[in-house]
């Protein structure tokens, strides 16, 4: 669309997520854009704010067998299981490519134990062209870590605590909406050191198949994501920011710009563009674009002024 690239020049976009200065708020959610190679074809990476790449772990994962994803009513359901290249891998061949779209790169990084979290941050931390790091503390289609880190408060400052000895770089939590208390959790990971709280990765669910009488993932639950899921995420993300006025990345449910929006009134200072890609792969591109229409409408001179306004 010709006004993604043709809109006033002097809005200011950019945005402060904690020390981490992007300059717009729009990043695509890890996961939903692999290592960035293919989204690459379909527009320049550097339109966006920073690539949130998906979750590295040390050692290659295979992920869960099929079936693994289903679309559902207004969104998606998925059980990918961390399949990724490991981080040998990653440092060798997928971080140069992205060193090349001149974006910040936030490397997503998950791990089974607690201190392979500070080993990857260890091994990354030095690497050329590595923004910040994302940890994923609460991924739903995991045997092992995932949601037993997410739902425990002592392990995510635990986490987060190693991590923070390991880099000067940004930290940014993705927390789990599988919980009761969502502060509780979030104030758990800054009070380990992060710098910034992503919310929310996604909520587990289930489909069945009536026909062949058995659940339709191999793994039986995964995690759902899409429009559903916005409104409960909207939610959280109110919460949080009412309580801890933290730096705050808002997910879930963003199909538009007006989704976005709504993310940075209620407390987000930056978003992330998740099952959205899989619809449009031009989505993040097309919301950056109605962000700056909707600035220079209501005659903004920074986005940023938006932030928490309805918290």
């Known amino acids: 669309m010709s006004w993604v690239f043709s809109l006033m020049s002097n809005v200011d ?68 299981g961390l399949q990724n290249v490991g981080v040998d891998e ?9 060193r090349k779209e001149k974006v910040p790169v936030i490397v997503n990084i998950a791990a089974k134990r607690i201190e392979d979290y500070a080993t990857l941050t260890a091994r990354l931390s030095g690497a050329k062209g590595i923004s ?30 190693r991590v923070r000895r390991e880099t000067r770089l940004p930290v940014i939590t993705k927390l789990s909406p599988n919980v009761t208390n969502i502060v509780t959790m979030a104030k758990a990971a800054m009070e380990g050191g992060s710098d910034a709280v992503s919310l929310v990765n996604t909520f587990l669910a289930m489909a069945v198949d009536v026909q062949r009488r058995r659940p339709v993932l191999s793994t039986v639950t995964g995690g759902l994501s899409g429009p559903a899921i916005k409104p409960i995420a909207l939610r959280m ?25 709504e993310m940075m009134m209620v407390g987000s200072s930056a978003i992330q563009v998740g099952t959205a890609n899989f619809v449009n792969p031009k989505a993040p ?10 600035a220079k409408r209501e005659r903004l001179q920074r986005l940023s002024d938006i932030v928490g306004v309805v918290a």
Do not use: H
Not at 18 to 46: C, D, H, I, W
Not at 90 to 98: A, E, S, T, V
């Open 13 to 80: 976009l950019s945005v402060q997520v904690g020390p981490l200065k992007l300059k717009n708020p729009v990043m695509v959610a890890s996961g939903t854009a692999s290592y960035g190679e293919e989204q690459s074809r379909v527009f320049p990476l550097n339109r966006l704010g920073a690539f949130v790449t998906k979750s590295i772990t040390l050692k290659p994962r295979q992920g869960n067998p099929p079936y693994r994803v289903l679309e559902t009513p207004s969104g998606m359901l998925n059980s990918i």
């Open 90 to 98: 990653f440092l060798r061949k997928k971080l140069p490519f992205l």
């Open 132 to 161: 910040g790091f994302e940890l994923n503390v609460s991924c739903p289609n995991v045997k092992e870590g995932g949601l037993e880190f997410g739902t425990n408060p002592k392990c995510i400052t635990e986490i987060v605590r």
């Open 237 to 261: 993300i109110w919460q949080v920011y009412r309580a801890l006025k933290c730096p705050i990345v808002g997910i879930g449910g963003i199909m538009n710009a007006e989704d976005a929006i």
């Open 285 to 294: 591109l097309e919301i950056l674009g109605g962000l700056q229409a909707y």
